[in-house]
């Protein structure tokens, strides 16, 4: 088991923010053409991200698995299905397709499945295109060096060897804008909360999802406990997504399922709030109000397992 030294003997001791972003889009600048894989939140960011590097000439186009997008425009450029693209790729090696999802690794090996190179299939825009302008005011390295001796301490408190390599490897990620330190630690999207080696799921559980969105990951649980727990928490602060996360429950009739429309804070209060089509978070510059409030408040019963994401870690000091 690793001890605190290896925590700091391992975490990147300089800021690569700035250095990193731009390696790689200057790499791009040599491709011939480039292909974004998402239309949603994940594409709009990647090609804000090419807009400000001067490389946003090289896009060809966009493609989607969802059919109702192919054939329509996004920023002017057409948006093309899976087999459309394969045509144009096929023996290709000068270009780039950038998987802008949150599905890397699915979309990854579909692409591998339809046959195309592996050498042209980029994992690593997305996440950096988004770590990018979320850290713009204050560089990952800065706010986890600022608060060195917490993030330690959550190492520290980490009981298994393989949380404690996965925790490193994202703060080494975000501080170099390089998920290839996420390499061997990165599990499909269905296990992200669900890590067979950690994970033991019972019929007793009490699942808290602060952030449900509209049921993504209730769906995943109710699957791998083949609908035998206790209660499943659901807290979702956006309205729209809110009714989407009840109308899935209600057609799907889950049971034991318990919904509320706040977003978790640390006071009872109302917040500015980001909607988002798959990442709504409190911000000063937020477009809506939200009700907020604690999870103190919020349930009275013991949680056997918490998921709670945070978009800033300079919230977790």
Request: charge should be negative.
């Amino acid at each position: 088991m690793k001890s605190s030294s290896d925590f700091r003997n391992i975490l990147l001791k300089e800021d690569q923010y700035k250095a990193n972003s731009k390696a790689y889009a200057d790499k791009l600048k040599y491709k011939k053409k480039i292909i974004i894989w998402g239309t949603g939140n994940g594409g709009d960011l990647v090609y804000k991200f090419l807009e400000e590097y001067g490389v946003i000439n090289k896009v060809e186009f966009f493609v989607d698995n969802n059919e109702t997008r192919w054939g329509t425009n996004k920023n002017g450029i057409l948006v093309l299905s899976p087999n459309e693209v394969l045509q144009k790729v096929r023996g290709k090696t000068d270009m780039n397709i950038i998987v802008a999802s949150q599905y890397l690794v699915e979309i990854k090996n579909q692409l591998i499945s339809l046959g195309v190179d592996q050498d042209i299939i980029d994992i690593r825009g997305f996440g950096l295109a988004k770590d990018y302008f979320d850290f713009q005011e204050e560089t990952p390295f800065n706010i986890i060096h600022s608060n060195f001796e917490s993030y330690e301490k959550v190492y520290d408190y980490l009981s298994d060897q393989r949380s404690k390599d996965v925790f490193l490897g994202i703060l080494n990620s975000k501080i170099s804008l390089d998920n290839s330190y996420l390499e061997g630690i990165a599990d499909p999207t269905i296990e992200q909360y669900f890590d067979k080696e950690i994970i033991q799921l019972t019929k007793s559980e009490v699942f808290c999802d602060c952030g449900s969105f509209d049921g993504d990951t209730l769906e995943t649980f109710i699957k791998l406990t083949e609908g035998n727990y206790k209660k499943y928490i659901a807290i979702e602060a956006d309205e729209d997504t809110y009714r989407k996360l009840n109308h899935k429950i209600i057609g799907n009739k889950y049971k034991d399922v318990e919904t509320y429309n706040v977003a978790c804070w640390s006071e009872k209060t109302v917040l500015k709030f980001q909607p988002s089509q798959t990442a709504g978070h409190i911000s000063e510059m937020g477009e809506i109000s939200v009700a907020a409030d604690t999870l103190d408040n919020l349930v009275k019963e013991r949680v056997t397992f918490l998921k709670m994401g945070m978009k800033e870690p300079k919230r977790w000091h």
